[in-house]
């Protein structure tokens, strides 16, 4: 067996792209290091992720030339891969809603892509969760058949499933107006609110606690209710209901897997962007944002180089835009001080597995496994710390790439992957906060392989078959996050989604700046399809008309 336990993820030179000899014919010309000499552009984007692609897809499509800046030496944000000799990982997508036809999401996506890019259902269970003393829950790829689950392991509590399902409805049905009302900001986004946004806005403000306790007494059922509160990063006593409320409906027709893996989200959308004479420049590192004259006219590169085009969108966060992009005395404005005091959702750590043999045969699967230790939902970090005895993890959440992806050839070795995820504390990491990637020392090493032997073992114990298939394994740590993707404090899905960030009334597309909008997850709401409408919303504040034209002809389809 392989391990790498003295680098992080993505330490080699990965460029998930080059795995194959055709994916990489066919992205060369969409993206490099240099960009195009001498080409001017109506709009830059700053980060690649999932909101800066969307919002540069939809602005290429309506005409614009766009210029996306990834720092990244490989672009896609949390939609990358990295690969090691034999294997190759995503690092933030494992199971998307709302993709297929039959949601507006899924036709923009559809559109933006030029039908290109193709999602393989995890089938008709895509999320199992087991608990203690051997509770198993799967949650299935219907609505009926959901209600039939939860209905089979707590037959008493009907009233209390029904109000469920019926508060899920309620939020979702009010979930346009709020995101119309997020795209204005000042006088206009205030009246927007109260006239748009005001149905959902008060299933934001209540917290998931608040609002399941109302519904039942069972501690288990509301545990239950909650258990994929994972996918949003925050517990039921500091999540707001909303975001509770719109993951369980992002899934109610199940989840989905690029075919191809993650990384063909942003070959597809970044070959739009060049499609419409823009670009994509990686490894290139946005210092400052230019103001001038109280406008945002550009942005300065790490390596002096500036650029301007007359729109500049930010989807690399908006709180780390605030944080690290803008002049300090923006930074002290009210309104930029509201967003830098909120807290991001909490980091964590990831197990990277391969295996050579057949895994299915061993348990896994297409869809994911939820191992919780506990009842105890607020339990939600791995408490470590380098001088403490590692404990077990709360949760363990777990997933196998490769059975996702029809098109992945498993070879005459049948190797496959796995991911094991969950929640640790930032601070854990402080210590080496300041070192070089790559370079962080042996204490940090030490600690690393601590914790990749404890959390291996841990998954182990529940899925034991998996063990002499096992050929590699590595971790990543909220400092490979920060090295890669750069959310504040490594956070995996920027802003931490409480009642508290929701009532704040800056966090939208349009910035008090002239010329400055923002994209992404910290605009609309946390995931793949919460980032991509982040930056539907990105691209409506800044080319309204148009991008307004495109949204109601999806919305006909
Ligand atoms: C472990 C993990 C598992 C996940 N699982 C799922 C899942 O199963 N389903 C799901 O829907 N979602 C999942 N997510 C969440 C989802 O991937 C993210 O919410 C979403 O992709 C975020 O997109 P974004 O565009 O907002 O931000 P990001 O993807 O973070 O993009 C921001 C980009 O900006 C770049 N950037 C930052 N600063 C600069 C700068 N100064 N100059 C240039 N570029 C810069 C970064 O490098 C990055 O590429 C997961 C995330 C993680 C980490």
Not at 130 to 139: E, L, W
Request: glycine share 8%; hydrophobic share 35%.
């Amino acid at each position: 067996m392989t391990t790498a336990p003295t680098s992080d993820p993505n330490s080699q030179s990965t460029d998930a792209n080059s795995q194959s000899t055709d994916a990489n014919k066919s992205t060369e010309k969409y993206w490099n290091k240099r960009g195009k000499q001498g080409q001017t552009y109506d709009a830059i984007v700053i980060g690649s992720g999932m909101g800066g692609m969307t919002s540069a897809a939809i602005l290429a499509k309506q005409g614009h030339r766009v210029l996306v800046l990834e720092q990244h030496y490989t672009p896609g944000g949390f939609t990358h891969m990295f690969k090691r000799p034999h294997y190759i990982w995503d690092v933030g997508v494992h199971a998307v809603g709302e993709v297929t036809k039959h949601s507006m999401t899924g036709r923009l996506l559809d559109d933006l892509t030029d039908g290109q890019l193709q999602w393989a259902s995890l089938g008709p269970v895509y999320d199992e969760f087991y608990y203690p003393n051997d509770f198993r829950i799967d949650f299935p790829d219907s609505p009926q058949q959901f209600h039939a689950n939860l209905l089979a392991a707590f037959p008493h509590e009907k009233p209390a499933i029904d109000r469920y399902f019926q508060l899920v409805r309620e939020v979702s049905s009010g979930m346009r107006g709020y995101y119309l009302a997020r795209v204005k900001s000042g006088f206009l986004g205030r009246m927007a609110d109260l006239l748009m946004a005001r149905k959902a806005q008060s299933y934001f403000e209540q917290s998931t606690q608040e609002v399941l306790a109302s519904i039942t007494h069972d501690p288990k059922l509301r545990a239950v209710f909650a258990a994929q509160w994972g996918y949003y990063g925050s517990p039921p006593s500091r999540s707001c209901f909303a975001i509770q409320a719109l993951v369980t409906k992002h899934f109610l027709h199940g989840a989905y897997y690029p075919v191809g893996g993650a990384k063909r989200i942003a070959e597809c959308l970044l070959k739009t962007v060049a499609d419409h004479g823009g670009w994509t420049r990686i490894s290139t590192d946005v210092q400052t944002i230019l103001i001038e004259k109280g406008r945002a006219v550009g942005v300065r590169l790490g390596d002096g180089e500036e650029i301007r085009a007359p729109l500049i969108l930010s989807a690399a966060g908006i709180s780390s835009t605030l944080q690290r992009l803008l002049p300090s005395d923006i930074q002290e404005q009210t309104w930029a001080t509201s967003i830098r005091t909120l807290p991001p959702a909490p980091a964590h750590v990831c197990l990277y597995l391969g295996f050579k043999g057949d895994i299915t045969q061993a348990g896994a699967g297409p869809a994911n496994k939820w191992f919780y230790e506990t009842w105890d939902i607020e339990k939600d970090a791995w408490l470590i710390s380098p001088e403490q005895p590692i404990p077990d993890a709360p949760v363990l959440y777990c997933s196998f790439p490769s059975l996702k992806d029809p098109h992945h050839d498993p070879g005459p070795e049948t190797r496959h992957t796995g991911e094991v995820v969950t929640f640790v504390p930032w601070q854990a990491f402080q210590p080496w906060r300041d070192s070089r990637w790559k370079k962080r020392g042996p204490s940090y090493e030490d600690f690393k392989t601590q914790l990749q032997d404890k959390l291996l073992e841990q998954f182990l114990r529940h899925l034991p078959a998996l063990r002499p298939m096992l050929d590699h394994v590595e971790l990543s740590t909220p400092l490979s996050t920060d090295h890669f993707c750069r959310p504040i404090h490594g956070s995996i899905y920027g802003l931490e989604p409480t009642p508290t960030r929701f009532k704040n009334r800056h966090l939208r597309a349009s910035s008090p700046i002239p010329g400055l909008f923002f994209s992404g997850s910290e605009v609309a709401s946390v995931g793949v399809i919460g980032a991509m409408m982040g930056g539907v919303l990105g691209a409506t504040a800044a080319a309204p008309g148009p991008v307004s034209k495109l949204l109601r002809k999806i919305n006909k389809r």
